[in-house]
């Protein structure tokens, strides 16, 4: 298939993988990459994961370093907050930032990948190949094994460095598992989700608030909405499999209906479709991956949901993603004649951060289901607000500085943790300046 050995040879040309061939080839290498599924430019979009995406300033940055970002954002809605919709169908807003560039922007994941694909197609020195699963590696032969998924003819192709741009469920990571002293973890949650969809209104105009990122809170389950450019939105209903409101409950179309029809009242009469979607599409799983080492030698890289596939709950899974080719590339540049030592440095100071990402996702999952709903913290959304309006450039809340800065993940945490340790620190001392006082007008 390929008669030259290219320096850097991609797995999967879902989102990160593109994204890294553009990048690599910015600084002059030559890249295949291998996609086990048809060419998303003629054959439509992939099936299995979320149809529409919120990218926010990790991605944009990585977008706008590889020439891309005006182009991506043309295709963009931005959502400057949550619409939230109680039981009872009324609405309240809260928003995300405290300007327009506060904002996270709803994109289709199909338009999106193939933007990267165009893009990178049209550069020297990279190529791709559909329809190409990678079955086996060999790492110390330095081969791969494809298998032409329309003729299932096989091939061995060389490689000289490989990077796992291939999902949560990775070929190069299951094949690096083998290695000595790598540990792996995946978890898969209670909960599911299924995408269903609230179309344009006969008149072509959205049918809710455009600009929003919709939230059905209901406690220990959810429902979703991003819009999309067709003035369509995408649904998730985020519920757990089994139990209580969960989805081996609703087997019967009445039964879906009813769950609607008392949980969503708003929602049914937007979405036609939507009881024949609900048995159509697919109950998805969600899972969280940790792993470590991502490298081997100079011969092995893995990059986004390969090494660090999390639940989607704060919308950073691909920021993520997009963060790691930016990050991977300026250590390949600082150690362009040592690949080992770049792959070190890397996965040694990113290893952290994406630790805690997948800990605020698992966490944010509560707060948008439950405690968006009640008045503490509603209350403490405001007081952030407004202290990251009188200090813009000090204080944060922990949703801005994740989505609107590209602060390492950890050191967010952290500085979230010290602004509070301050600010409680401050309350306690008027607490007690007030007590004092009191105490000496008594006396
Ligand atoms: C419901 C849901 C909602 C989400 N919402 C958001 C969001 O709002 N914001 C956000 O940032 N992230 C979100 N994410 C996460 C985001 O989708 C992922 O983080 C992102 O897709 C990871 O990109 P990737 O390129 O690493 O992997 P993938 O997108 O999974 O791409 C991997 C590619 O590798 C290919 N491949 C796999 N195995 C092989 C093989 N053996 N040979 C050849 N090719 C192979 C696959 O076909 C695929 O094209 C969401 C995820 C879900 C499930």
Request: glycine share 6%; net charge negative.
């Amino acid at each position: 298939m390929t008669d030259t050995v290219p320096d850097f040879t991609i797995l999967g040309a879902g989102l990160a993988g593109p994204l890294m061939a553009l990048y690599l080839a910015q600084e002059g290498y030559r890249v295949d990459v291998y996609e086990k599924r048809p060419d998303p430019r003629t054959n439509g979009v992939a099936q299995g994961k979320s149809i529409n995406l919120a990218l926010s300033k990790r991605a944009l940055f990585a977008l706008e370093e590889v020439g891309l970002v005006d182009e991506v954002m043309q295709q963009a809605i931005p959502m400057r907050g949550r619409m939230l919709h109680s039981q009872t169908g009324k609405l309240s807003f809260q928003t995300y930032g405290i300007n327009d560039q506060e904002v996270l922007n709803s994109i289709s994941r199909s338009l999106l990948n193939i933007t990267l694909l165009k893009a990178a197609e049209k550069v020297n020195g990279i190529r791709f190949f559909f329809d190409q699963q990678v079955e086996k590696i060999n790492l110390q032969e330095k081969s791969c094994q494809l298998a032409d998924s329309n003729s299932k003819q096989q091939e061995l192709v060389q490689f000289q460095t490989l990077v796992g741009a291939d999902g949560a469920f990775s070929v190069l990571r299951y094949h690096m598992q083998k290695l000595d002293r790598f540990n792996y973890e995946q978890y898969f949650i209670d909960h599911g989700y299924k995408e269903l969809v609230i179309p344009a209104q006969a008149n072509g105009e959205f049918a809710l608030d455009k600009n929003a990122l919709h939230i059905w809170p209901r406690g220990d389950f959810m429902l979703i909405a991003l819009p999309n450019l067709d003035s369509s939105f995408t649904c998730t209903l985020f519920a757990p499999f089994q139990g209580k409101n969960s989805f081996s409950s609703l087997t019967q179309a009445q039964e879906v209906e009813d769950y609607f029809k008392t949980l969503f009242p708003d929602v049914l009469p937007l979405a036609p479709t939507l009881i024949s979607d609900f048995f159509n599409n697919p109950t998805g799983s969600l899972v969280s991956i940790k792993c470590y080492p991502w490298s081997y030698q100079d011969q092995a890289i893995l990059i986004g949901d390969a090494c660090h596939a999390t639940v989607p709950f704060y919308g950073q899974g691909i920021n993520a993603g997009f963060e790691d080719c930016t990050l991977l590339t300026q250590f390949i540049k600082k150690h362009s004649d040592d690949l080992e030592l770049a792959f070190q440095e890397y996965q040694l100071s990113r290893k952290v951060d994406t630790d805690t990402l997948a800990e605020i996702s698992f966490s944010n999952y509560i707060e948008m289901r439950d405690s968006v709903r009640s008045p503490l913290f509603l209350a403490r959304r405001l007081i952030e607000n407004l202290f990251h309006k009188l200090f813009p450039q000090r204080f944060y809340p922990l949703h801005s500085i994740v989505s609107f800065t590209r602060t390492p993940y950890s050191q967010a945490v952290q500085h979230v943790r010290n602004q509070y340790s301050i600010i409680g620190l401050a309350l306690s001392i008027a607490l007690l300046v007030g007590f004092v006082k009191v105490l000496k007008t008594l006396h």
